[in-house]
């Protein structure tokens, strides 16, 4: 009664293509400064933790540093973080690597 005609009806479906081009815009753009570099990152940390060796001098992620010196396995390493004094620590709490130790020498 006192709403017109023309208000009531409904344009076509492009008018819905072109709300939904937006929000699809910011999903790619959420995707690309946020989602990417983070799974960039992961992977990275992966791949240090993969490749920890004896002699690595690393930074846990509680601020401490020490040597590694032995791989006890694939969850755990040992650091010595003073003259006699190791302790054990979970590869995923290594926050990074500063120094490279010597490759283990294989005995023939």
Known sequence: MFISPAYAQTSGGGDFLIQLV??????VIFYLLLLRPQ???VKQHREMVANLRRGDTVVT?????GKVTKVRDEQEIEVEIADNTR?????GTVAEVRARGEPVKESA
Request: aromatic share 6%.
């Open 61 to 65: 992620a509680g601020g401490i540093v």
């Open 22 to 27: 937006p929000i699809l815009l910011m999903f």
């Open 87 to 91: 302790v054990r620590v979970v590869k």
């Open 39 to 41: 799974q960039q990152k």
